[in-house]
Nanobody, 121 residues
């Protein structure tokens, strides 16, 4: 059984910063890709940022230059540093990971439970 546990969401003023964390646990052999998605009310989830096992990041145009994704492979953890936050960044943020497990032997995408980020004065 694999779990992704997120933390770090909350309320912040425009221009402020937040750091999200997501830790994976379970019978994990390897984590190939980790990323963050967000979902606005009434809309589908959209990719915010992703990072490969080699550390190569990819960002949505709307967050380039403001958000930074990083990972600690030893801790099976991915982070999202969000700076210069705007009210339009308000959403539920979800962690996502492509994980290879040993029991059973399979490769699957897993999701965290989501964490609310609210940017408001």
């Amino acid at each position: 059984q694999v779990q992704l546990v997120e933390s770090g969401g909350g309320l912040v003023q425009p221009g402020g910063s937040l750091r999200l964390s997501c830790a994976a646990s379970g019978s994990i052999t390897s984590i190939n890709l980790m990323g963050w998605y967000r979902q606005f009310p009434g809309q589908q989830r959209e990719l915010v940022a992703a990072i490969t096992s080699g550390g190569s990041p990819n960002y949505a145009d709307s967050v380039k230059g403001r958000f930074t994704i990083s990972r600690d492979s030893a801790k099976n953890t991915v982070y999202l540093q969000m700076n210069s936050l705007k009210p339009e960044d308000t959403a539920v943020y979800y962690c996502n990971a492509r994980i290879t497990t040993i029991l059973p032997i399979q490769i699957m995408y897993y999701w965290g439970q989501g964490t609310q980020v609210t940017v408001s004065s």
